[in-house]
């Protein structure tokens, strides 16, 4: 497979990538192979991806949207728009005023300023602005809702999963 372009009446190049002895060609490199672009190690990626997170890079899904999926993933996501469908992402999570989901969220912080119709599971901290509404469950280490926020539901919070183990544990013996 060649890597570069080449003019002129002699197509062959030598080993080295430029032209044969004796070739009057022009070779125009395009790519060379040293050069091509390849997969970064983990460790270099996860380098160049820590500076964008910590200045605030988001995934945004606009006002003007509506889309039915699936969002999984590792950065922080926004929804202004409409969206139907599971949201597991490791980041922060944002459901805008005016935004509505439908779906199961599962993120380390959630804020709600719209509208969201599922159950918040697992999330370290969850706020519920003045104009948020939920109509689902919550569970969450920290909860805080502004006056004037909106929920049908149930809410488990201040639990972590050393007490939820001793919990379960308690309540599973029989007498």
Known sequence: MALWKETGSNPSPSA?????AGGSSSVTELHKAPE????P???ADAARRAPA???????VIAAELAIEGKIVGGGDVRIAGRFKGDVQVDGNFRIDAGARLEGQV????VVVGGELQGNIDAAKQVD????????????AASITL???????????????EKHSAVELKGTSRSV
């Open 16 to 20: 080295s990538g430029t032209p044969a």
């Open 146 to 160: 502004a006056a004037g926020s909106r929920m049908r539901g149930n809410v488990e919070f201040g639990w972590d």
């Open 128 to 139: 519920v602005l003045s104009t948020g509404v939920i109509v689902g469950d919550v569970k």
């Open 53 to 59: 997170r910590a200045a605030g890079v988001e995934s």
């Open 41 to 43: 190690a983990p460790a």
């Open 36 to 39: 091509r672009t390849a997969e």
């Open 106 to 109: 599962r993120a380390g912080v």
